[in-house]
Structures are given as structure tokens and as C-alpha cells.
């Protein structure tokens, strides 16, 4: 069952931090945008990188994961709970891990491929701790994104199945629009993988196949995820107002800035397409999210105060 509050008549705080908040949800929320703010020096020294050299992140390519990761894992536990956000973190690793192995060794879903060195160590023939790029990268804006999208809220799981299933797909179809962004970067000019034994390869020299699989793959994650979230009884652990709302699509907009620019030619282009148009429309469905006056605080029957901007 969804709880909704009445928003109007009230006093609000026109700042990043709703009001009434605890230190201890100030603490995660502001650690949360601390490792933002590192990650968006990060890029901002890829972006510069033949302009002038800025200090490195320290720790190399696991050192690299720390910040967006602990973003993604900090920001959604205070939006979703530290139950449902552990077992989306959890179930993704194995999940991917699984899904990865599969394809390497059989051509499905995603094609035929084998990973280089540059993403550490592996088990087996599939990097260690891929399954965190994914949750970093792909499945924590795409959540939020998706559900605007499909539902036109922040969070979705108080909707019936078919809502959940038709959400999961959509989610699935970001995540392979992303890859058109990221692919073409990270595989073709990195060589962070190396496609193989492909019979139609148009695509920067990556396979057809591979944004279907992701369609395959992440709908039964997104779906099992949100019936997660209702067996948890997901909820925030605090207010949330505009501005922290608003956080996933600015972290979703840096995957465009990110991986759009230095790619090869033509990648910026069409990340503006997969990446730059779902952020408008949810961000046009957030915008009318907290204009209504009547805010979802999500699958519980607590609401929260969710606050207007």
C-alpha cells in the first residue's frame, strides 16, 4: 500500500539538506555527495587529462571504484533502506558474475568476448568486482530514472506486478542505451575487453546481440530487486526534498559527459539520444513529482516527510 502526505501549508527549506533531518541521516546523505564531488573530479581530470595533469585518485583501478561506489551505495541506502540496499548490492555482483560467465563461455546473452587485465583480478575469466560497476554505473541511476519514467515517482514498488515488470524493462532498456555510450570507450578505444568470434560487429565494432542481452539480463534483476524492496519494506531513512532527488539524474547526466566526449567520433552524439533524452523526461516527471502537493513515500505504510523544493 502507498502512503501520501499533503505538502501544502507547510514551511520548507530551500537548501541541500531537508529540514529535519538527524545528524546521524545529515552524516550519510552528506558522505554521500562528498564521494560525488570525488567522482566529479574525476572526471573532470579525465576530461583535462591532455590539458594538464591533476593528481590521481590514489589505488589505481580498485582505488577508481571507491567514490562512484560509495556514492551509489550511501545515496541509496538513505533513499531505499540499508536492507534493500545491501541485497541489491549483493544479488547484483553474484547475479552479473553469473550472467558474465555465461556469455564468455557460450556466446550468451551478450556475445562473445574475454576481459583484458586493465579491470583487475578475476574468478574465473570475469573480473572480480564487475558486478560493483554495475551497480555504480548502470542499475543505481537507471532505478531512479525508470521508475520516474514508467511511473512518474521517485519510488514505484507500491505499484502491482505488471507495473514492477513494465518498470524492470524499462530499467533494462536504459542500461543497454548506457552501454552505447560506455561500450565504445571502454571495449573499442581501452580494450578493457575484446569482442570475438562476431558475425555483426557495425557498432563500433561491437555486436548487435549485446544491448539485447542486456535486456535479458537486467528486466529479471530490476523485477526480482523490486519485489526485494516490497519484501523489505523498503522506505528513506530521511526526508528528501528536490535537490536530493534531483542527485541520481546529475549522476546520470555524467555518464553523457563522461563517456560521450573522449569516445570515438559520432558516441557523444548518440549518448545525447539514449542517455540525454530518458534524463529529460524524468526529469520533467520530477519536476511534477514534487509540484503536485502530494508526494509517494514509497511501499510502506509510513510515510515520510518528502519535502517540495
Given at each position: 500500500?502507498?502512503?501520501?502526505?499533503?505538502?501544502?501549508?507547510?514551511?520548507?527549506?530551500?537548501?541541500?539538506?531537508?529540514?529535519?533531518?538527524?545528524?546521524?541521516?545529515?552524516?550519510?546523505?552528506?558522505?554521500?555527495?562528498?564521494?560525488?564531488?570525488?567522482?566529479?573530479?574525476?572526471?573532470?581530470?579525465?576530461?583535462?587529462?591532455?590539458?594538464?595533469?591533476?593528481?590521481?585518485?590514489?589505488?589505481?583501478?580498485?582505488?577508481?571504484?571507491?567514490?562512484?561506489?560509495?556514492?551509489?551505495?550511501?545515496?541509496?541506502?538513505?533513499?531505499?533502506?540499508?536492507?534493500?540496499?545491501?541485497f541489491?548490492?549483493?544479488?547484483?555482483?553474484i547475479?552479473?558474475?553469473?550472467?558474465?560467465?555465461?556469455?564468455?563461455?557460450?556466446?550468451?546473452?551478450?556475445?562473445?568476448?574475454?576481459?583484458?587485465?586493465?579491470?583487475?583480478?578475476?574468478?574465473?575469466?570475469?573480473?572480480?568486482l564487475?558486478?560493483l560497476?554495475?551497480?555504480?554505473?548502470?542499475?543505481?541511476?537507471?532505478?531512479?530514472?525508470?521508475?520516474?519514467?514508467?511511473?512518474?515517482t521517485?519510488?514505484?514498488?507500491?505499484?502491482?506486478?505488471?507495473?514492477?515488470?513494465?518498470?524492470?524493462?524499462?530499467?533494462?532498456?536504459?542500461?543497454?542505451?548506457?552501454?552505447?555510450?560506455?561500450?565504445?570507450?571502454?571495449?573499442?578505444?581501452?580494450h578493457?575487453?575484446?569482442?570475438?568470434?562476431?558475425?555483426?560487429?557495425?557498432?563500433?565494432?561491437?555486436?548487435?546481440?549485446?544491448y539485447?542481452?542486456?535486456?535479458?539480463?537486467?528486466?529479471?534483476?530490476?523485477?526480482?530487486?523490486?519485489?526485494?524492496?516490497?519484501?523489505?519494506?523498503?522506505?528513506?531513512?530521511?526526508?528528501?526534498?528536490?535537490?536530493?532527488?534531483?542527485i541520481?539524474?546529475?549522476?546520470?547526466?555524467?555518464?553523457?559527459?563522461?563517456?560521450?566526449?573522449?569516445?570515438?567520433?559520432?558516441?557523444?552524439?548518440?549518448?545525447?539520444?539514449?542517455?540525454?533524452?530518458?534524463?529529460?523526461?524524468?526529469?520533467?516527471?520530477?519536476?511534477?513529482y514534487?509540484?503536485a502537493?502530494?508526494?509517494?513515500?514509497?511501499?510502506?505504510?509510513?510515510?515520510?516527510?518528502?519535502?517540495?523544493?
Open positions: 500500500m502507498e502512503s501520501t502526505i499533503k505538502t501544502s501549508g507547510k514551511k520548507y527549506c530551500c537548501c541541500m539538506f531537508p529540514s529535519g533531518m538527524t545528524p546521524g541521516q545529515k552524516a550519510i546523505l552528506g558522505a554521500s555527495v562528498f564521494f560525488l564531488l570525488v567522482f566529479v573530479y574525476m572526471v573532470v581530470r579525465t576530461l583535462l587529462a591532455h590539458v594538464v595533469a591533476l593528481p590521481a585518485v590514489p589505488g589505481g583501478t580498485y582505488g577508481k571504484l571507491v567514490p562512484p561506489l560509495a556514492f551509489a551505495f550511501l545515496y541509496l541506502a538513505y533513499a531505499r533502506g540499508w536492507k534493500s540496499t545491501l541489491c548490492m549483493a544479488f547484483l555482483w547475479y552479473c558474475w553469473l550472467a558474465e560467465e555465461c556469455s564468455i563461455h557460450t556466446g550468451f546473452p551478450f556475445g562473445h568476448y574475454y576481459y583484458s587485465a586493465a579491470l583487475g583480478k578475476k574468478l574465473d575469466v570475469v573480473p572480480i564487475l558486478g560497476n554495475y551497480f555504480w554505473l548502470f542499475v543505481f541511476p537507471t532505478y531512479f530514472v525508470s521508475n520516474l519514467i514508467a511511473q512518474g521517485f519510488f514505484g514498488t507500491g505499484k502491482g506486478l505488471g507495473k514492477l515488470l513494465f518498470t524492470a524493462f524499462i530499467g533494462s532498456i536504459l542500461i543497454s542505451g548506457m552501454d552505447m555510450a560506455t561500450d565504445p570507450l571502454d571495449a573499442t578505444k581501452l578493457e575487453w575484446v569482442w570475438t568470434k562476431n558475425n555483426y560487429t557495425g557498432y563500433y565494432g561491437i555486436p548487435y546481440v549485446n539485447l542481452g542486456y535486456v535479458i539480463v537486467m528486466t529479471p534483476f530490476f523485477f526480482i530487486y523490486g519485489l526485494a524492496e516490497r519484501k523489505f519494506g523498503a522506505k528513506p531513512l530521511g526526508p528528501i526534498n528536490a535537490y536530493v532527488a534531483g541520481p539524474l546529475f549522476f546520470y547526466f555524467l555518464a553523457i559527459i563522461l563517456y560521450g566526449i573522449p569516445a570515438p567520433s559520432g558516441v557523444f552524439l548518440v549518448a545525447c539520444f539514449t542517455i540525454g533524452l530518458p534524463l529529460l523526461l524524468a526529469s520533467d516527471k520530477l519536476i511534477k514534487f509540484a502537493g502530494q508526494i509517494v513515500a514509497g511501499s510502506s505504510d509510513e510515510a515520510l516527510p518528502i519535502e517540495k523544493r
